[in-house]
């Protein structure tokens, strides 16, 4: 990939990635605007979470065997008419349907991701993807901040219209990016389905699962709960405030960038669980924050390095072992990521509701805990690579057929 694939497919996840998250630093408002109730806040999240979970099961492994450009390339066009559904909304069944449909069609992160690892030398796939999902990283971390200072300027309806614009924009530039893997022996959509299920039973690509399932959790947690109590007392700050902590997390996640590298260099599992204490010790400082914004920044910058670092891993560790099926294997391991996402967005609002700020704290620490744990507990030895169709075939039950006179392949 050259700098300019690169540049491209970077912003192509931050704009996608920053729909279903733009909402958090405006929850408040939304609210007040939809009539929806101050316990209910975290559904604006969750709903795109849910449409991003269906989307991941049943769009990304289409990337398998279809031409991912243009793929990209509809899921963006779609994208940009859920996010305006979202910003004409005048009642809250608009707002979540608009939210669910941009959701499903954000799974063009995944999508872009498989692209990246596709054509990436193997050598250097975990720089290459590094670089790439911190267009992620911009787009969930970043967005709040412009999120924040449209809302305070134009109001809310205008955070959606400006990613409906900026999607629209992309989706022709996506034509532009170059040839992606041929796939000529590509099988049909239902193998690739029943293929995409059986991932779920492999212990490696479990045991990744399961970490980002607790660690998007935590996640979510802070994100999807932090704009409640610094909008109450004693900060009472504005949307346009509370965006602004989404620098701390952008320095934090950045700074993470570099994984990727250490991916390459084979220290992915090092990583990971140096990673994991880290999301865990950051939840300390952010359980201060009722009275101490320095340390609620400090344990911002540490949860979200972790988070990108345990991530970037992840996704390096993955398509590594399977490389002729990248687009399901990254699939299958976001559908963790989006139920953890739910998870953290769906429970927090109604912990803070009950229980003031301690509440969030130790359910985000709870979530970090879990996620130390399973990679504690011993993490599977990698997976063999996997062929393309060859081994979709043998995970679906499928006997491959062989040519008169020749010996069946071997694995």
């Not at 605007?33 to 709903?47: I, M, N, T």
């Not at 993955?318 to 429970?347: K, N, Q």
Request: with cysteine; proline share 6%; hydrophobic share 55%.
């Amino acid at each position: 990939m050259n700098r300019r694939t690169r540049l491209l497919a970077a912003v192509v996840c931050g704009a996608a990635v920053a729909s279903v998250y733009a909402g958090q630093p405006v929850l408040a408002p939304m609210g007040r605007d939809l009539d929806v109730p101050p316990d209910s806040l975290g559904w604006f999240v969750a709903a795109g979470q849910l449409g991003y979970l269906a989307g991941l099961v049943l769009l990304v492994p289409l990337g398998d065997m279809l031409d991912r450009r243009r793929l990209i390339a509809a899921h963006l066009a779609l994208v940009s008419a859920g996010t305006a559904v979202t910003a004409a909304a005048t009642a809250a069944w608009a707002a979540f349907a608009g939210l669910a449909v941009a959701g499903v069609f954000a799974v063009v992160v995944q999508t872009t991701v498989a692209y990246t690892a596709a054509v990436s030398p193997a050598a250097e796939r975990g720089r290459d993807l590094g670089i790439v999902t911190s267009g992620v990283v911009i787009g969930i971390l970043g967005g709040r901040v412009v999120a924040g200072a449209l809302a305070d300027a134009w109001g809310w309806r205008s955070v959606y219209l400006a990613l409906a614009v900026l999607a629209a924009v992309l989706a022709p530039l996506a034509l532009t990016l170059p040839a992606a893997d041929a796939r000529p022996d590509a099988p049909g959509y239902g193998r690739i389905l029943r293929s995409f299920g059986g991932l779920f039973v492999r212990p490696l690509f479990l045991g990744r699962g399961l970490v980002a399932f607790f660690l998007f959790a935590s996640f979510g947690t802070l994100w999807s709960g932090m704009a409640l109590p610094l909008a109450g007392p004693p900060w009472h700050l504005d949307e346009a405030q509370i965006g602004l902590f989404g620098l701390a997390g952008l320095a934090g996640a950045l700074g993470a960038a570099r994984s990727g590298r250490w991916g390459d260099a084979g220290h992915a599992r090092r990583v990971t669980g140096i990673a994991l204490v880290l999301l865990l010790a950051s939840w300390v400082a952010i359980g201060q924050l009722t009275w101490s914004l320095p340390l609620l920044v400090l344990g911002v910058i540490l949860l979200d390095f972790a988070v990108q670092a345990v991530h970037v891993s992840n996704q390096h560790a993955l398509t590594a072992a399977y490389p002729g099926r990248t687009g399901s294997a990254i699939g299958g391991y976001m559908v963790f990521y989006s139920l953890g996402s739910a998870a953290g967005a769906a429970a927090t609002t109604a912990l803070f509701d009950a229980a003031g700020w301690i509440g969030p704290t130790v359910l985000g620490a709870t979530f970090a805990l879990c996620a130390l744990a399973v990679r504690t507990i011993g993490e599977p030895a990698p997976a063999p690579a996997l062929g393309a169709s060859r081994r979709i075939r043998a995970d679906s039950g499928c006997a491959r057929a062989t040519m008169p006179g020749k010996s069946p392949p071997t694995e």
